[in-house]
């Protein structure tokens, strides 16, 4: 019994005389009425700690009453700083004080700030050290490496924060370790392992941070852990990874062994659907952001992100068919900050969107 509860058992008590008291003592009811009462309050106590409390349910709730505003947008078609010939994936540095972008037809990396002020740039054409041929994703470790998918030149390279060329592994093929097309490339927190999403060859491959195989798994199909031209990879703060297919148009989630934990998403134009499905990122909380260009001959035509928790379950999302602010063409990838900031890169209309929560 804590001390506020016996404070109020004394205070009740304290109004019977003691002839009154010594009744209820003999009867048993004095026990039972203690027994009672706290009992209740712990009751009591327990309701109104889950209603303070940060729960799920409450998240989910604050959740369902966002959107998102346009804030900001750079980057324009060309071949100058700070213009792209396609732009592709981005991702912040972990100070969040740099954002690494793909510019895929042009084959270099651009490195911007928040506000989109260039900075530094790398990489031409080629099969070189440091060189792409259509580089499609980016992926900075918690130490500030970067790792990009070189999915022309079927291998994964690793620079340094400043482009400084460090490693290579990978090369065509479809025994372990090799690629057909790989798209994105995912690190662990821990800088131990990465996984890469091979394309063509419908699997996820498993390294060390060496280039060293460790396991792959998938396979060309429809069934749960199966794949049909998986595009991203992405992993949450529990290190689960988070898989989408464009033929398919779902998304699976597998813990670190590659064993299904959950799928969610059908091709279609409802929410939770999708047309032909492009790329994710996961906020601080583990909710899940697609680009749903709802494109083809299953699509609406009005492109959007869409917005899940990390069971899959929709929240919220925007974005119509356009080239004004907050609309999109063909939305890409996406990059989101710390401060719960979208960043969407849009491929056609070869910038870079920002946008920020509102609470309805």
Known sequence: MNKYTYTLVSHCLSNLDSNERYVLQRKGFLMFAITTLV??????????????????????????????SFVKKWGSHGTGDGQFQRIHDLDFDPSEKYLYVVDRDGNRIQIFDKNGTFIN???SKGTGDGEFTIPYSVDVDSQGNVWVADRGNHRVQKFDKDGNFLFKFGSFGSKEGKFDNPRQVAVDKDVKFLYVVDSKNNRVQKFDTNGTFVKSWGALGKGDGQFDLPVSIIMDSKGDLIVNERENNRVQKFDKDGNLLLKFGSTGTDDGQFSEIEHMATDKFDNIFVNDPQSGKTGSGEPRVQKFDSNGNFITKWGSYGKGDGQFVDPEHLAIDSEGNVYVSDRSSNNIQVFKPVDL
């Open 39 to 68: 009992t209740s309050l712990l009751a009591l106590t327990i309701v109104i700690s889950s209603i303070d409390s940060d729960s799920p349910q409450k998240a989910a709730a604050v959740n369902e009453q966002q959107t998102y």
């Open 121 to 123: 740039k790398w990489g």
